[in-house]
C-alpha cells in the first residue's frame, strides 16, 4: 500500500532529509586517508542527535551501526570498524538515514579518499548521474518503470551494471514503505506516481558483473567479482511542478 503524504508531512520530511544531508555533507569534508569507519559512524551519530533527530538504521533489523559505509568492493550495508583505515586510492559509500518527528529520511554517497583512478572517477560521475536520470524522470503520470529503466539505460551505455538484489523504496512515518523501486526495469511499467508521493531512488552501479553476495556478518554486501561499486541516493517528493529533491541542503 503507498501513502500518499500531505504538504505538512512532506515540510517534516524535508526537516529530517536536511539534517541527512548536512551529515553526509560533513562526512565528505572529513574522509581522509587514515580515518577509521567507525570514526565516521560515530560523528553521524552525534551530528544528527545534536540536530535532534535519531539514526534510523540503528536497530533496523538489528542493524547494529547509524551508518552504512561500504568501501571499495563493499556495495551496501558496511559496517564501521575501528580497525578498517581508509587509504588513499579507496572509494567510500557512506548511507545514512534518521528518523526525526515521525518521519524518516534516507540518502547516500560515494566519496573518494584522496586521489583514485580514473576507473572509479568514472564509476562515481557515472552513478551520481544516474540518480539524476532517475529522479528526472518522478513526474506525474509516469510510471515506476521510466525511473528504473531510466537508470538502468544509463549506466549500461557506460559500461557498468546495476545492482538487482537491493532496490529503492517508499519512504515516510518508515523507512521502507511501498513501492519498490528497481534500478532496472522498463519505460511504462509499473505503477503511475502521483502527486504526494515520496521515494528513496537508490543506485547502486557496479564496475563489472551485477551480482553481489553477502559477508559473514550477514550485513555487507559485495560484488561477486570484487570489483568497485558505487551507490548514490535521495528521498525526493512527486509534485505537480516535477520532482522535490528533499534529502539536499
Ligand atoms: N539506505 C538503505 C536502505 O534504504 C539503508 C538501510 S540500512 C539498514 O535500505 F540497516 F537500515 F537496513
Ligand atoms: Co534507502
Not at 526537516?15 to 565528505?28: F, G, K, M, P, Y
Request: hydrophobic content about 40%; overall charge positive.
Amino acid at each position: 500500500m503507498i501513502f500518499l503524504k500531505s504538504p505538512w508531512e512532506i515540510e517534516k520530511m524535508r526537516r529530517s532529509n536536511a539534517i541527512v544531508a548536512e551529515t553526509l555533507q560533513r562526512l565528505r569534508e572529513i574522509v581522509k586517508p587514515g580515518i577509521t569507519t567507525a570514526e565516521l559512524d560515530h560523528f553521524a551519530e552525534e551530528f544528527c542527535r545534536k540536530k535532534g533527530a535519531k539514526p534510523a538504521f540503528k536497530g533496523y533489523r538489528g542493524y547494529p551501526f547509524s551508518l552504512c559505509v561500504s568501501v571499495n568492493e563493499e556495495v551496501v550495508h558496511g559496517f564501521p570498524s575501528k580497525k578498517r583505515i581508509l587509504k588513499e586510492g579507496d572509494i567510500v559509500s557512506l548511507d545514512f538515514g534518521v528518523v526525526c518527528d515521525g518521519y524518516y529520511g534516507d540518502a547516500a554517497i560515494t566519496v573518494p579518499v584522496g586521489k583514485i583512478s580514473k576507473k572509479a572517477q568514472m564509476l562515481l560521475k557515472v552513478t551520481e548521474m544516474a540518480l539524476y536520470k532517475g529522479i528526472e524522470q518522478a513526474t506525474v503520470g509516469h510510471r515506476l518503470g521510466d525511473i528504473s529503466s531510466a537508470i538502468q539505460q544509463w549506466v549500461e551505455t557506460h559500461g557498468f551494471a546495476v545492482v538487482r538484489q537491493f532496490v529503492g523504496h517508499g519512504i515516510g512515518k518508515s523507512l521502507h514503505e511501498d513501492p519498490q523501486v528497481p534500478n532496472f526495469g522498463r519505460p511504462g511499467k509499473g505503477v503511475k506516481l502521483k502527486e504526494g508521493m515520496v521515494i528513496a531512488i537508490e543506485p547502486m552501479v557496479n564496475e563489472g558483473t551485477y551480482e553481489v553476495e553477502i559477508l559473514d556478518d550477514g550485513w555487507t554486501a559485495v560484488t561477486k567479482d570484487r570489483k568497485l561499486s558505487a551507490h548514490f541516493e535521495h528521498t525526493i517528493a512527486i509534485t505537480k511542478n516535477g520532482p522535490e529533491i528533499l534529502s539536499r541542503v
